[in-house]
């Protein structure tokens, strides 16, 4: 595939990441075309490299977020692995990372530092609770920040708290990342200004919290946890047909109340009851609600309820494990699967989700640790020799 072709050819990022939040920043920068160099510690680098060993003997987290990278191992804690990422800094575009609080600024990386040795540099600072303020020296993973959040208070059933079953904070902080530092760029190409860039995890998965946060502030109450039921629409959620297996569907509006009433539930009276009449009643009511459905559904099984919910025009779907998810007729019809090498073996991997016409995404190789270092470090002018010092001296 021709390099030229993808939107941020000749944009180069140096990454100090771990984990998830950075690595999927840089990753969907990796998709776009920009040469994402990643520094890892030598020997052991990312640690999510040993979450699990389920993919070929790698970490499922680590080549969801790592595809496309240049891996590079430095020992910054030896000046002269410091003086190595400068060098990188000097010709990049981008720096990222998400060290420990403090960290950075230990490392000389801060951004006030940054930007007297490397002006053009927009860096990226991927945070807990932010650099500043009275929580910026803790260490924040993401079920921390889901529990910090509210979210854990919402999700789950009556009976008990659930923590969300993907790194939902991580990810957030790193889709913010993403286009923030998109943002960036732009700006730098458009105005010559350079802005840095920061995140945390904590203000990203706030701003996921818009709408629990208004319900709460003002209606007194916080949305109680239902499950899969919807905590202000009703109905919706899902139901168990008589075959054991369970229907979602959702009514968004009157128009598809009726129809549900009238075409599938086969009581047109309902339409008018004043108990269900308008969407904060059906919420009111929803117990009865429930009832009335369940005895529905109870009667057919679940390919017959979503053939006759479909029939009716109402938004419906079974529920699906992973398995059935990856055997995904859409994903399939829609060629949304490619093949990514692994050290060692290839896996299929998803397309990134926004097409651009004309511009196929990049999908390159996972990295093995240092993979790429020779090659980064004779670019910039270290001979054999040299290398070889550095190697016998742990620095690399």
Request: net charge negative; proline share 7%.
């Amino acid at each position: 595939m021709d390099v030229q072709r993808h939107p941020l050819s000749g944009v180069t990022v140096v990454s100090l990441e771990q984990a998830v939040a950075a690595p999927y920043a840089t990753r969907q920068l990796a998709d776009l075309g920009a040469r994402v160099i990643k520094v890892e510690r030598p020997g052991e680098g990312d640690f999510a490299r040993r979450y699990d060993t389920t993919v070929h003997g790698h970490s499922s987290y680590f080549v969801w977020l790592n595809r496309s990278k240049d891996s590079l191992t430095l020992n910054l804690k030896d000046p002269r692995g410091r003086e190595i990422l400068h060098q990188l800094l000097a010709g990049a575009d981008v720096f990222v990372q998400n060290l420990a609080p403090g960290a950075a600024g230990r490392l000389g990386l801060g951004t006030d530092e940054l930007a007297r040795r490397h002006p053009r540099l927009i860096p990226c600072t991927i945070s807990g609770y932010g650099t500043t303020g009275p929580w910026a020296d803790r260490k924040a993973y993401d079920l921390l920040v889901q529990c910090q959040t509210g979210l854990v208070s919402l999700t789950g059933t009556p009976d008990g708290t659930a923590r969300t079953g993907i790194s939902v904070a991580d990810i957030a902080a790193g889709m913010y990342a993403y286009s923030g530092v998109l943002t960036a760029l732009y700006t730098r190409a458009t105005t010559g200004t350079v802005h840095p860039v920061e995140v945390s995890l904590f203000e990203a998965l706030a701003e996921w919290m818009g709408q629990p946060a208004y319900y709460t502030r003002h209606g007194g109450t916080q949305p109680p946890r239902l499950g899969t039921q919807h905590a202000t629409i009703a109905p919706y959620g899902t139901y168990p047909a008589a075959d054991g297996r369970e229907v979602l569907f959702s009514i968004q509006n009157e128009r598809e109340w009726t129809a549900l009433c009238v075409e599938f539930l086969g009581r047109p009276e309902l339409a008018e009851d004043p108990r269900f009449v308008t969407g904060s009643a059906r919420v009111a009511h929803r117990e009865e609600l429930n009832a009335v459905i369940a005895e529905r559904c109870a009667r057919s099984d679940a390919g017959e309820l979503l053939e006759e919910l479909e029939a009716a025009g109402i938004a419906c779907a079974g529920v699906n494990d992973v398995a059935a998810f990856l055997d995904h007729p859409v994903l399939a019809a829609r060629d949304r699967w490619r093949e990514v090498a692994v050290p060692g073996a290839t896996v299929q991997a998803l397309l990134p989700p926004a097409d651009l016409a004309g511009l196929p995404p990049r999908m390159d190789p996972v990295p093995a640790v240092g993979e790429h270092t020779e090659a980064i470090l004779t670019e910039l002018g270290h001979s054999p020799a040299d290398i070889d010092a550095l190697r016998a001296d742990d620095v690399v």
